[in-house]
């Protein structure tokens, strides 16, 4: 930020009041043609925090598009106090391709910050992509979702050690918070690293835009922008009933033992309790299924959903509750007077 509050990239300058849709190069193609990607910046009256709105660092994620772009062009954004970096299509090589790493010797981009300008593709794209508009931030919000062939429910993953972080994770607001610092070149711990509060927003599946899910989102996009006083017209949100799996709690990816069709017998987000046949799965020939039992008590945080599995391959990511947590979601899950 400038003096007088505007702003300030490589190449231009956005005053309070103002908000500018750049197309910002960050690299170059084959042909020697600008790599860009679309930036919007909106500067608000008032002065207040800048943030940043992050989606497809892998470039087949979409629904964190649709929820940066929705705030970035469909929320009123009159009384915004503060600075928002939208940044809605980080990965576009990727994103062309529609797939989950630059085409450029399958690269990373997501374990490519904070970049250099002097060293691989993904690296100098990275440098561009945070020296102008992750640096100047004070917290953010990078959108992902499962990896293609996989869904998970909206949930956050955040360094909750760190406690700027922390009160970033809670104000989103999910049910669910994977505690952990990443990994190195990730966007989300990178930034942590160097001061700036942010967290992974992770939600359902690769290829799709899920509206229910992208509802979801913007819900906890409101909530962050309550806690950090940039709308006040917005109420922190409670989701009624919280978890933080730490490092110590179980969780486990369930792997295939046999390969086979996968018959799923619940949803992402659902309670299973141990012994619960979690899914089935089954040959050609239907004669000799075998069931997958849940080996604890939990929460099916992401489950298969292209229904095809080797031996070894993940089934469904299943997160341990406590004990309080646990009979919360049982209510939930099952309404009073329900028949089940
Ligand atoms: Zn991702």
Redesign the pocket.
Known sequence: MSDDGSFTYNGGRVAPGERQNIRFVVSETYLGDPVRIPVTVINGEADGPTAFLSAA??GD?LNGIEVVREVAHEWDLADLAGTLICLPVMNVPAFLAQQRYLPVYDRDL?RSFPGSPDSTSAKRMAARIYTNFIEPCDLGLDF??STRGRTNMVHARADMADEATARLARAYGTNVIIDSDGSSGMLRTEAVADGIPAITVEMGEAHRFQRGLIDEALAGVRSVFAEYGMLSAESVRWPGWRTVITEEREKTWLRADAGGMVDMHFERGSLVHEGDTVCTITNPFKNDNAPVEAPFTGLLVGVLENPVVYPGNPLCHLVELDERTRRVVEMEQSPPGGAN
């Open positions: 660092a892998h994620e997501n992902h979702t």
